[in-house]
């Protein structure tokens, strides 16, 4: 049996409606339920009276073992969107850790306490990006252990941002005292780093992309496929990555069926990006209302954090006269890689930019949530790429531009 214990938290997102009692080691037991059959999972979290209800009816559902630790509150988080900053609500104080003895064990890391784990092979997922703990710092112990973590948290834990990812991967090896490392680096994949040998392993595409979770899910395949099914660590990172995929696609449990007829294509980078080029995108949209703007803010920072340069005529340009603003606008489309455009409104600055952008045979996602087929009938037939989901067009526009 795997022993899954980390959170179960409420969470609740606006766009696209969501509403639900997962958190990350809920979440990774329902994936590993789904692929693997009832009788396998069990799940160690602590709960309150508003999730006992949901966590054990879901755990009896799937065929999981429950074995939940009664709080008076654990953790919800608020986004508007899957790439929000969440608004956490959680208890002030810390209770007392859950202990967990078991063969198989996935750990992962909490907000509301702590899991010591002592078991024979482990999978740990620090899920901290700001302060990740070290696997034994809190007495856990591991015969055999793999540390799953983003290249964020690799960073953190092991205090060197600027240094290569082999060395990163390196260091989290030996502050663990771990057997593998697999850090996830986004749209570049996985770095595997098993023993002494190194393999980057492929992300890849997706038609929509439901991000809340996905980390979960990498995490709970990848234990699945390690632990219980004995296969390489790069084995089950390359079926972790897949599953990722196809639940970014549908925000659904892969089953074993599904990985029968996987075709979704792996994320591609060009060769100046490899070589470390960083490309630029225009933020074409409009900012004459505080909605406006504050969905320009949001779609500049999100673009930033994946390292895009983002020329933005509100910041860049400001308010201003036609003669003081259309040639340095126009000429900032010239010199980007693609453009980001917020299409709902139909605002005529910005389907000027589109068209003027696509005349140059430089790509366009437009995220248009509200308008008609009719009223995008051009931007569909000029080659834009459509998008009625704000972080599938936000990932859109990452994949394309580091493929150019």
């Known amino acids: 049996m795997i022993h899954v214990v980390g959170g179960a938290y409420e969470e609740q997102c606006a766009r696209p409606q969501w509403h639900e009692v997962f958190g990350s080691a809920g979440r990774a037991a329902s994936a590993i339920a789904a692929v693997a059959g009832p009788n396998l999972v069990e799940l160690h979290c602590y709960v309150d009276n508003q999730t006992q209800e949901v966590v054990a009816a879901r755990c009896t559902l799937e065929g999981s073992r429950l074995s939940s630790t009664l709080v008076e509150r654990t953790c919800s988080f608020r986004y508007h969107h899957g790439l929000d900053t969440p608004r956490i609500e959680a208890p002030r104080t810390s209770y007392a850790p859950i202990h967990v003895r078991a063969s198989q064990i996935v750990r992962f890391g909490m907000l509301e306490g702590e899991a010591i784990v002592h078991g024979e092979r482990v999978v740990y997922d620090p899920q901290n990006a700001m302060a990740p703990d070290i696997f034994q710092t809190n007495g856990s112990t591991a015969r055999e252990l793999a540390v799953v973590l983003n290249h964020r948290e690799a960073a953190a834990i092991t205090q060197l941002g600027n240094a290569a990812p082999e060395e990163q991967a390196k260091a989290v090896l030996a502050q663990n005292s771990a057997q593998v490392v697999v850090m996830k680096r986004g749209p570049l994949g996985a770095l595997v780093c098993d023993g002494g040998t190194f393999t980057t392993i492929p992300a890849y595409v997706s038609d929509n992309v439901w991000k809340l979770g996905s980390g979960d899910i990498f995490a709970g395949h990848f234990a699945y496929r390690w632990l219980h099914e004995g296969k390489s660590a790069v084995d089950s990172a390359i079926l972790a990555s ?48 505080l909605a406006q703007l504050w969905l320009i803010e949001q779609a500049r920072a999100n673009l930033q954090s994946f390292g895009l340069n983002v020329f933005s005529p509100y910041h860049d340009v400001g308010y201003g006269s036609a003669d003081d603003v259309v040639e340095l606008d126009l000429d900032g489309i010239h010199h980007s890689d693609i453009v980001f455009a917020v299409g709902d409104g139909l605002d005529s600055g910005t389907i000027y930019e589109i068209g003027y952008a696509r005349a140059r045979d430089i790509p366009v996602i437009m995220y248009c949530e509200n308008e008609s087929s009719e009223d995008q009938k051009m931007m569909q037939g000029s080659g834009c790429i459509l998008c009625t989901d704000y972080v599938s067009a936000i990932y859109k526009t990452l994949w394309t531009a580091i493929a150019r």
Not at 267 to 285: C, E, K, M, Q, W
């Open 242 to 289: 897949q599953a990722t995929a196809l639940y970014c696609e549908t925000s659904g449990f892969p089953m074993a069926s599904s990985f029968e007829s996987f075709d979704k294509p792996a994320i591609t980078t060009s060769p100046r990006y490899r070589a470390g080029h960083r490309p630029t995108v225009y933020l074409a949209g409009p900012f004459f209302t």
